[in-house]
C-alpha cells in the first residue's frame, strides 16, 4: 500500500516538474520576444511552482495556469511599420499576448481550440498562444489559423520542455525593426526577396513569433572574424 | 461588400456552377479605374493584361480559401449528427441522411478522415450517423495492436477462424464492425480530387450512396439484369458511331457554354467559347500530278548545294564572267 501510494506520488511530481520546465520556457519565450516579464516570474522555483499550480492530489492544475503580458516599448518600436503616404501615423502590430494551457490530457480537436479562439476574441488579445499535452487534429489546426485579425499559436509541452535557443549550436536570432531592414536594403543594395530565407515554421521562427515578410539577423561565432552576421527573410 | 457575401453565400450551395454565376453577376471583371492605377503605378511594364491575369489567379486562391473553409464549418456541422440520441446507424432519418450525403460533397478522403478524428476525440463513433460512443479497450499502455477473428470457417483450409492483427486505432475509431464498413463504404466514394478542381461534370462525388442504399440497389439491378438478360437479345453497337461522327459539329455554341462552365471559367471570356474555330480543309486540286526535274543551264557543274556554291567552283564561275567582259570590251 505504501508503495502505491510513492509510485503514486512519483509520477506525480514528474509530471508537476515537467511542466514546471515548461512553464519557466514560456515564460523565457515571452522575455524574449519583448513582452514585460519579472525576474521573479522568470525565476520561479520548482517549489513555488509547485505551491501555486498543484491540486490537492499533487497534479498540475492546468486550468489555473494562463499567463498575460504586454510588450515593451522596445517591442511596440519594432513591430511598427515605416509611416507611409496612405499611413502616416502607423501604429505598432502587437499587442497583449495570452497563455493558455490546455487541461484535456488526449483528443484535443475543434472544441477546445473554438473555445480558446473565443476567450482570445473576447478579451480582445491581439496574440494567444495554445499550450496543449498532445497533438491537435488537422482541422483544429485550421481552425485556430482562421481567426481574422488575430494571431493564434500552437504548441505541445513537449517542445517546449528545453528552450532550444539555449542551446549551443543555436545562433542568436534578433529581429530587426522595419526602419533597421531598410537601412540593410539600402546598404547592400538588396530587394528583399534577394536576402537568404527562413521559414515561419522553422523552430526558432515559431519561438520567437516571428511572422512573414520579417528580416532577423543572424549572429554566429567564427574563428576567422570573431563574429559573423547573416540576414535572413521570413516567409 | 454584398458582393462578396452573395458570392460567399452561394458558394456554400453548390460549388463550380455557383462561382461561375457569382463572377457573372459583376459584367465587368476588371476593377474600378482608380484600382488599376493603383497597381500599374508601382509595376513600370505592366498592362491591364497582366492585372486581369493576376485577377484572375487571385480569384481561384480565394475560391481555394472558401472552400477550405466551408469544409472545415461542415466538419463542425457535422459533429452534431444524427440529430437524436437513439438513432440507428442502419435506418437513418431521411432527414440526416440527406443533411450527411449532402455536406459530403465537397469532401476529400483526408478531409473525411478528420472528420473521424474530430468525432473521436467527442466520443462518438466515427460514422456521422451513429450516435452511439466509439468503442474504447484499456489494455493499458503498448497495447497497441488487437486480434480479430473473423466468423467460423474463414481460416486457412476452410477450418476455424481467421485471425487479423489490427493497430487498435482502427478498431477504436468506430463503434461496431458494421459502422466501420459504413463509414469506410463512403470514403471510397469521396473525389480525390479537391473540390475547387473539380468540373462540372465531375458525378464522381455527387451521389453519394450509404451503405444500405448500395446493398439495395444492388440487389435490385442484380434481379433486373437477369431479367433483362432473358427478355432481349444484345444488340450490336457498331454502327453507333458513324452516326455519331455525323452529328459532331465544332462550333455549337450551346455545347461551348457547357464547356466554359465545365472549365469553371465562364467569368471573363467570350460567350461562344475561348476562341472562335474556323475549320479550314485542304483543298485537293483535280489535276495534281508533279513533272519530273528538268536539266537547267546553272546545274551543268553540279549546281548549288541547297543554295551554296563551293568556292573553288565560285572562282571558276567570275574568272569565266571576268572572261565574258574582256570579250565584250
Known amino acids: ?23 519557466r520556457t514560456v515564460y523565457e519565450m515571452l522575455a524574449d520576444r519583448g513582452y514585460e516579464v519579472s525576474d521573479e516570474e522568470l525565476q520561479l522555483s520548482l517549489n513555488d511552482f509547485r ?6 492530489m499533487g497534479y498540475p492544475d492546468r486550468t489555473k495556469m494562463k499567463i498575460q503580458a504586454r510588450p515593451t516599448e522596445l517591442m511596440k518600436m519594432k513591430y511598427t511599420p515605416l509611416p507611409s503616404k496612405s499611413n502616416p501615423d502607423p501604429q505598432p502590430d502587437c499587442g497583449t499576448i495570452y497563455v493558455d494551457f490546455c487541461p484535456d490530457s488526449s483528443g484535443v480537436g475543434t472544441k477546445q481550440v473554438r473555445a480558446f479562439n473565443h ?9 494567444g498562444v495554445f499550450i496543449t499535452q498532445t497533438p491537435i487534429s488537422p482541422s483544429a ?19 517546449l520542455l528545453v528552450n532550444i535557443t539555449r542551446h549551443e549550436l543555436v545562433p542568436k536570432h534578433v529581429l530587426l525593426s522595419p526602419e533597421e531592414k531598410g537601412k540593410l536594403l539600402e546598404r547592400y543594395r538588396l530587394k528583399e526577396s534577394q536576402l537568404p530565407r527562413m521559414q515561419v515554421s522553422d523552430p526558432v521562427a515559431r519561438y520567437l513569433g516571428l511572422r512573414r515578410g520579417q528580416v532577423v539577423k543572424i549572429i554566429r561565432k567564427s574563428e576567422t572574424a570573431g563574429r559573423y552576421a547573416s540576414y535572413r527573410w521570413v516567409i | ?38 497597381y500599374l503605378e508601382g509595376r513600370p511594364r505592366a498592362t491591364t493584361h ?67 478524428e474530430e468525432r473521436n476525440n467527442e466520443d462518438l463513433c466515427g460514422y456521422g ?60 466514394q469521396l473525389g480525390e480530387r479537391p473540390v475547387w478542381e473539380r468540373r462540372a461534370n465531375d458525378t464522381h462525388a455527387k451521389n453519394i450512396q450509404l451503405l444500405e442504399e448500395g446493398r439495395a440497389k444492388s440487389q435490385k439491378s442484380k434481379v433486373e439484369s437477369s431479367k433483362a438478360a432473358l427478355r432481349t437479345p444484345q444488340l450490336d ?85 571576268q572572261a565574258d567582259l574582256l570579250d565584250q570590251i
Not at chain 2, 72 to 89: H, Q, Y
Open chain 1, 119 to 127: 476567450i482570445v476574441d473576447e478579451s480582445n488579445f491581439h496574440t
Open chain 1, 141 to 159: 489546426v485550421r481552425l485556430l489559423s482562421g481567426v481574422p485579425g488575430r494571431i493564434c499559436e500552437h504548441f505541445q509541452e513537449q517542445d
Open chain 2, 237 to 321: 453497337g457498331g454502327g453507333d458511331m458513324m452516326a455519331g461522327m455525323r452529328n459532331l459539329n465544332i462550333q455549337d455554341n450551346e455545347r461551348s457554354e457547357e464547356l466554359a462552365l465545365e472549365r469553371g471559367d465562364t467569368g471573363r471570356i467570350h460567350r461562344h467559347g475561348r476562341v472562335g474555330v474556323h475549320v479550314k480543309e485542304n483543298e485537293l486540286s483535280e489535276h495534281s500530278s508533279a513533272s519530273a526535274p528538268q536539266p537547267r543551264p546553272e546545274d551543268a557543274l553540279g549546281g548549288s548545294i541547297e543554295g551554296y556554291v563551293p568556292q573553288d567552283r565560285r572562282d571558276k564561275e567570275s574568272t569565266a564572267n
Open chain 2, 129 to 188: 450517423l451513429c450516435p452511439r460512443k466509439n468503442r474504447k479497450d484499456h489494455y493499458g499502455q503498448g497495447q497497441s495492436f488487437r486480434f480479430k477473428y473473423g466468423a467460423k470457417g474463414t481460416g486457412p483450409g476452410g477450418r476455424g477462424r481467421s485471425v487479423d492483427i489490427v493497430p487498435s486505432d482502427n478498431i477504436e475509431k468506430w463503434c461496431s464492425d458494421q459502422c466501420a464498413e459504413r463509414a469506410l463504404y463512403i470514403r471510397v
Open chain 1, 1 to 23: 500500500m505504501d508503495g502505491e501510494i510513492a509510485q503514486h506520488g512519483g509520477e506525480s511530481d514528474r509530471e508537476m516538474t515537467r511542466l514546471w520546465r515548461t512553464w
Open chain 2, 50 to 116: 497582366h492585372l486581369g491575369i493576376a485577377l484572375q489567379h487571385a480569384h481561384q486562391i480565394q475560391a481555394q480559401k472558401d472552400a477550405e473553409e466551408m469544409i472545415l464549418d461542415r466538419i463542425i456541422e457535422l459533429l452534431a449528427l444524427p440529430s437524436s440520441p437513439s438513432a440507428d446507424p442502419a435506418t437513418p432519418s431521411p432527414q440526416d441522411a440527406q443533411l450527411f450525403k449532402s455536406a459530403l460533397y465537397p469532401f476529400r478522403p483526408s478531409d473525411y478522415d478528420s472528420l473521424v
Open chain 2, 1 to 38: 461588400m454584398p458582393a462578396q457575401a452573395s458570392s460567399k453565400h452561394a458558394l456554400k450551395t453548390s460549388l463550380q456552377t455557383a462561382y461561375a454565376a457569382a463572377s457573372a453577376e459583376q459584367p465587368s471583371s476588371l476593377p474600378t479605374r482608380e484600382e488599376q492605377d493603383k
Open chain 1, 51 to 56: 505551491n501555486k499550480y498543484a491540486d490537492p
